[in-house]
């Protein structure tokens, strides 16, 4: 690693994001009983964010190709272990922690915890 406060960087990321996940809520919509609402402007924002940035690995409305994660069994009680695969990469995924901002992983959050309409 070029700049060994890099990773403690990334780190205070993670657990920034998973803050914001924990503590967002006004103006929030509801999906699934249990799980922790989103705005309707999060959810756009994350899916304007996915078809640009995950899309063509995890497909349209993610319905992806066999060798990709199936995001919609992603578990929803799992956001840390989510921004730690964007922030990180994990197997074939690259790391996006550079280029993917804090909220923006939310956004993607909340779009994945929605779920796509048809």
Sequence with gaps: M?????GARIG????????G??????NAVAQDPGVKPFTPEQIRKG???YASHCESCHGVRMIG?????DLKTFPRDSPARFVDSVTYGVRGM????DVI???EIEALW?????GEKK
């Design 21 to 26: 996940l924990a503590l967002a809520g006004a």
């Design 94 to 97: 690259p790391p996006w922690g």
């Design 12 to 19: 205070k990321l993670s657990h920034a994001i998973v803050l």
């Design 110 to 114: 909340a779009y994945l915890v929605a």
């Design 2 to 6: 070029r700049d060994g406060s890099r």
């Design 101 to 103: 901002k804090a909220d």
């Design 47 to 49: 899916a304007a964010l």
């Design 65 to 69: 190709p066999p060798w990709a994660i």
